[in-house]
């Protein structure tokens, strides 16, 4: 089996990598090519160009890019045509992949979704191209199929693979040992695995450190970097602050050590709350856009919250910031939850919930949906 594959960020490299390992027990001889990152390079995929090509945020943003994008996907059409894959996978990235979905199904290529649009959230008509555009809808949250089954749109609940392949096993303390950390409390600043992220939320993170530090002269922070041009990027915002003593620039491979050493983790949102939150980590998720992307989102946008533990869930479990804050905001809460124990036992014990709800063998069954629609050509 042939498998052509769109991934649109890092996050999307690890879903697609975690699939790939599971079809290939099941067809051994299975290939996979297209955009993809690391990861699925690692396994031997066959990158035609990097996921940092569809990598932006906001509405805005991606459209400054949008010819450059129109040109990469008509050259995707164009060659899977010629050459057809037996399946196509779009993970995540709807913008791209749904449109280049719906030309590869014209041209009689099998094609399936991986994570869903957050349709309930905004933008519901958008079911209509996904059902022109889509065999098989591959869903994370359990209240999706439902959505999709009204449409008579094919879909399946897999839960999510970090509930089962994040390191729960890991020691805080032999981890902390082995960073080298000697402070008595770790705070971990995830930036975002974006350049435009890290350049809007990096100074804002450091100045929160910066306030930290100032109350507490025993407060350390790690930061596990996406990759050597994020860390390059960060390490210049941290330097531009003299915070460089008081932080550890750790490489992408120490990433959810970080997290297991620390304290408290402060977020860009994405999945990197997620994962801080199945680590059981007190965590605070913070973004930024530009104003355009955020006026128009406010307009559009139906769901109260934006992290997935707190759509999940239905509540305020993860402090979200979004757009109208500042350092301050930030170091106010992290200085909460620090001094309130009991109320960060509680947010843990509500992080284990996350767990359980998402705990579904997603990788095995997301593989399954694949050599199924694959059996069936």
Not at 297 to 319: R, S
């Amino acid at each position: 089996m042939k498998i052509g594959i769109v991934v649109g960020e890092k996050s999307g490299d690890n879903l697609g990598a975690g699939l790939f390992e599971e079809i290939k027990k099941l067809l051994p001889d299975a290939t996979i090519e297209g955009i993809i990152g690391p990861k699925l390079s690692e396994l031997g995929g066959d990158q035609w160009a990097s996921y940092n090509e569809l990598s932006f945020m906001g509405i805005i943003e991606p459209l400054k890019a949008l010819p450059r994008l129109i040109r990469l996907r008509k050259q995707l059409t164009c060659r899977w045509i010629n050459d057809p894959p037996d399946i196509f996978i779009g993970v995540d990235a709807p913008e791209f992949n749904l449109t280049l979905e719906k030309n590869l199904k014209k041209a009689g290529i099998k094609t399936i979704h991986y994570v869903s649009p957050s349709i309930w959230a905004w933008r519901e008509n958008r079911v209509k191209k996904i059902k022109k555009s889509v065999d098989r809808m591959l869903c994370i949250l359990p209240f999706e199929p439902l959505i999709y089954e009204k449409y008579q749109i094919p879909a399946k609940y897999i839960g999510h693979p970090l509930a089962e392949t994040i390191p729960y096993h890991l020691n805080k303390e032999i981890i902390k040992d082995g960073l080298g950390v000697r402070a008595s409390k770790l705070i971990a600043i995830l930036p975002g695995s974006r350049v435009n992220e890290v350049r809007q939320l990096g100074p804002i993170f450091v100045k929160t450190a910066k306030l930290m530090r100032k109350s507490n002269n025993n407060i350390f922070f790690i930061a596990p970097m996406a990759s050597n041009a994020i860390k390059t990027i960060f390490k210049s915002i941290v330097n531009e602050y003299e915070m460089g003593e008081y932080f550890s620039i750790s490489e992408k491979n120490k990433f959810y050590e970080s997290i297991i050493a620390s304290d408290m983790v402060i977020s860009a949102s994405g999945t990197a709350v997620l994962e801080s939150t199945l680590l059981e980590r007190p965590t605070i998720a913070a973004y930024k856009i530009s104003r355009l992307s955020y006026f128009i989102m406010k307009a559009l946008v139906k769901t109260k919250y934006f992290t997935l533990p707190n759509i999940l869930l239905e509540e305020n479990l993860i402090p979200e910031y979004i757009q109208n804050f500042d350092e301050n905001d930030l170091y106010q809460k992290a200085s909460q939850i620090l001094s309130e124990e009991k109320s960060r036992e509680s947010m843990v014990l509500k992080m284990k919930k996350i767990r359980k709800i998402l705990s579904k063998n997603a990788n095995c069954q997301a593989a399954h949906e694949v050599v199924n629609l694959y059996e069936k050509i």
